[in-house]
Nanobody
Framework: VQLQESGPGLVKPSQTLSLTCSVSGDSITTGYYAWSWIRQPPGKEQEWIGVIAFDGSTYYSPSLKSRTSISRDMSKNQFSLQLSSVTPEDTAVYYC??????????????????WGQGTQVTVSS
């Protein structure tokens, strides 16, 4: 499987960050997989943001849930992230990744074995 992130590299404060992950070599609707967004701010550890599972169910990190939405376009085999009301603290490298489905709905970055290369997003005016 291959994953590729795309989207703007610069977002202004208070706006919505939007990224898309294009998947090849696997379908986002088959198999017991969860398709995730993960980020790594400069100098900090990786942080799990949320997932959309093979069945379309979504789970989000409690700390980001109020600002996060993950959706999918099955016709394009893509899934997307929207993070609203961004601040400079949302500056990070954003990754999309695939991992096994967990019924708990709680994930860690280590749960994901296939990753995209990552895309830098800077929040600045």
């Amino acid at each position: 499987v291959q994953l590729q992130e795309s989207g703007p590299g610069l977002v202004k404060p208070s706006q919505t960050l939007s990224l898309t992950c294009s998947v090849s070599g696997d379908s986002i609707t088959t198999g017991y997989y969860a398709w995730s967004w993960i980020r790594q701010p400069p100098g900090k550890e990786q942080e799990w943001i949320g997932v959309i599972a093979f069945d379309g169910s979504t789970y989000y990190s409690p700390s980001l849930k109020s600002r996060t939405s993950i959706s999918r376009d099955m016709s394009k085999n893509q899934f997307s992230l929207q993070l609203s009301s961004v601040t400079p603290e949302d500056t990070a490298v954003y990754y999309c990744a695939r991992g096994g489905y967990l019924s708990s709905g709680y994930y860690r970055p280590a749960d994901f074995g296939s990753w995209g290369q990552g895309t830098q997003v800077t929040v600045s005016s």
